[in-house]
């Protein structure tokens, strides 16, 4: 089977490799329908993360079950599946406190750019479909493996409410899928932190009412402005940065609750600034299993198309230059189809 690699920074291959085969009872084998580059794919890529060269990469896949382990019952061949990038067994205890992320016997989703994938703790990490799902709700349910419910995971932790002011500090996929989550929660005010014109139409189409492009103490000051000099209710961090770190904490009213959900590189915590203010920090990596029930029904009913932060879709054969897109912010997010 064809399957991307990385082998250095900036060195992205699609390579023949043996297609997976089930290890454990507990695996499930997947034919990929549609998978993704994910914005923290672009870590290693830009040799901010360590690289072991030949490794898979990619966590984001939905598709047809091939083949299941004995001890997999609710899920056989033929079965549409969304697949968490993180896997859980859905029982520990961890997973029965909704961090499914953490879980005791969990792991990682691998090789998701690719044709086939093998997927550890299949009962309890995938969701399936109800039946076989249109061509047109695909990009929709593929976010379900990371970025939605990442972005919701965000909202949810700054405790976002109906009513709310509240801040995105980031525009890639994650960012705007939190804006889709803080107005699905009932936020009344959402600001989306955007300098690039597409990334702002698709916060709007989420339901922005406001789009801040100034970066620094200039978007703090027209935060400011925006919320009568009050601050935001709720902050979504959703890029990973120092950076972006101080400005969810500069534009957090006191007594606010910022959620992060981007990577962390290089981040110091202004504790004297969050111990002066009150605003605390909730979040990390998202518990997607916890979530996939609630927002697939809002996928498959219509009320949300998330979908929309695809902006690019090519062939599995072109992932290389998938990468150079999204690196040089020409894409937001590729879309890869096998």
């Not at 250095?8 to 695996?27: H, S």
């Not at 518990?287 to 932060?309: A, I, K, M």
Request: with cysteine; glycine share 14%.
């Amino acid at each position: 089977m064809r399957v991307t690699t990385i082998h250095a920074a900036g060195d992205i291959r699609l390579e023949e490799r043996p297609e997976p085969t089930i290890k454990a009872p507990t695996d499930a084998i997947i034919k990929i329908t549609a998978g993704c580059i994910c914005g923290s794919d672009l870590w290693p890529y830009r040799g901010e993360n360590p690289v072991t060269a030949g490794s898979t990469i990619g966590h984001e896949m939905v598709g047809v079950v091939e083949e299941v382990g004995s001890q997999v019952r609710s899920f056989r061949a033929g079965d549409f599946v969304i697949v968490p990038f993180c896997t859980c067994d859905n029982t520990c205890p961890h997973c029965r406190n909704g961090a499914q992320s953490a879980c005791s016997n969990g792991g990682f989703t691998t090789g998701g750019q690719g044709e086939y994938g093998l997927v550890g703790q299949a009962e309890g990490s995938l969701v399936k479909t109800d039946g076989m799902p249109d061509a047109d709700l695909i990009p929709s349910l593929l976010t379900l493996s990371d970025v939605f419910p990442t972005g919701w995971h965000c909202a949810v932790s700054a405790g976002v409410k109906k009513g709310d002011t509240v801040v995105v500090v980031g525009d890639g996929a994650v960012g705007l899928c939190g804006v889709l989550a803080a107005v699905q929660l009932g936020a009344e005010k959402v600001i989306a932190m955007s300098r690039h014109e597409s990334r702002q139409e698709i916060a709007r189409a989420f339901g922005a009412t406001h789009v801040v492009a100034e970066r620094g103490a200039g978007g703090a000051e027209r935060v400011k402005e925006i919320t009568g000099g009050v601050g935001a209710d709720a902050v979504l961090e959703c890029v990973g940065t120092d950076d972006s770190m101080r400005m969810a904490f500069d534009i957090a009213r006191p007594g606010a609750m910022v959620g992060f959900v981007g990577a962390p590189h290089g981040i110091t915590l202004p504790v004297r600034q969050m111990f002066d203010n009150n605003v605390g920090l909730a979040g990390g990596m998202a518990p997607v299993r916890r979530y996939l029930p609630e927002l697939l029904d809002l996928v498959t009913s219509g009320s949300v198309n998330p979908g929309l932060v695809f902006d690019s879709v090519i062939p599995l054969a072109d992932v290389a230059e998938g990468y150079r897109a999204m690196d040089e912010r020409r894409a937001i997010k590729v879309l890869l189809q096998p």
